[in-house]
């Protein structure tokens, strides 16, 4: 049985046998289940009108061992079904700064710690080396995640000869694509909502034999399905939009490390340095150069 249908015939179970407060509690979840990956027990119980005693027997007669388990478990379903973005805005309506706080940092380390763990660390160095040795490397990522794709170009264009320029004229990711070939990678950046252009570019990049290094949400993603390596990011938190603190964690683990292998990465930098200070692209206030 799927996660989603477990979930949901426990709760059945519970509006049927259960005790009146606690059976109504249930149908409520049953009728609100992304709140759960939204909140924290006192935030749903102020939603659900309970006391957060209720919440925490609830889970218990789930059979989680605590709240924290049962949220990440509605997390991954919600980031797997992807809740729209008006949902996610609607769900932090009328919550308390300090509630709403306290569950963006919570989810971020959680974020941060998924990212480091030692298997995703083994998957994003099997990924450096081949991207030291690439033709050209190209970014694609729009919408949210083009800031990601111009930060990974930009700061690797700083250190090595070989990535490409992200495109931010229409048409443009398409002439680069099919421009690539055996010897280069497309490292493509997107999650649900999947973007279209990005899915575009990888089946483009693919046909003309390139590697796609896929970063995204799931191993289901659009993108990921044929991909040459596949960083899975964890995204959790009750942000408008899915968090992208792992992504750019993620990416600079990768220009850290292909840095630390490279043996002009340094020089390289230092002279893009110098030829923007020369001309006075930083600017110098009360001594410290700001960039």
């Known amino acids: 049985m799927k996660r989603e249908e477990k979930i949901r015939?426990?709760?059945?179970?519970?509006?049927?046998?259960?005790?009146?407060?606690?059976?109504?509690?249930?149908?409520?979840?049953?009728?609100?289940?992304?709140?759960?990956?939204?909140?924290?027990?006192?935030?749903?119980?102020q939603l659900a009108d309970v006391d957060s005693n209720l919440v925490t027997r609830l889970v218990r007669e789930l059979g989680y061992g605590g709240f924290d388990a049962f949220r990440a478990e509605v997390q991954q379903i919600v980031q797997r079904t992807g809740a729209s973005y008006g949902s996610r805005a609607r769900a932090l309506r009328d919550r308390s700064e300090a509630d709403i706080y306290a569950e963006v940092i919570s989810a971020s380390r959680e974020n941060m710690n998924m990212v480091t763990a030692p298997e995703s660390i083994a998957g994003l160095d099997a990924c450096i080396e081949p991207l030291l040795t690439a033709r050209r490397i190209y970014v694609v990522g729009v919408r949210s995640c083009y800031s990601i794709a111009h930060y990974l170009s930009y700061v690797g264009g700083m250190a090595f000869e070989n990535f490409q320029e992200v495109p931010s004229v229409p048409g443009a990711i398409l002439d680069q694509m099919c421009a690539t070939g055996p010897e280069d990678i497309v490292i493509a950046i997107t999650y649900e909502h999947y973007s279209a252009e990005v899915v575009r570019a990888c089946q483009v990049a693919?046909?003309?034999g390139a590697r796609v290094l896929a970063v995204t949400d799931s191993y289901n993603s659009p993108i990921a399905r044929n991909a040459w390596k596949v960083i899975q990011l964890p995204m959790a938190g009750p942000q408008l939009l899915p968090s992208l603190n792992s992504a750019f964690l993620a990416v600079e683990l990768i220009l850290a490390a292909m840095t630390a292998r490279s043996a002009g990465a340094a020089d390289k930098v230092s002279s893009y340095e110098d030829r923007i200070t020369r001309f006075g692209g930083y600017t110098e206030d009360g001594g410290v150069t700001s960039r």
């Open 9 to 45: 015939a426990n709760l059945r179970g519970l509006t049927q046998s259960a005790p009146p407060k606690l059976a109504q509690f249930a149908q409520w979840i049953q009728d609100n289940l992304h709140q759960v990956a939204f909140n924290s027990i006192r935030g749903l119980a």
């Open 206 to 208: 693919q046909d003309c």
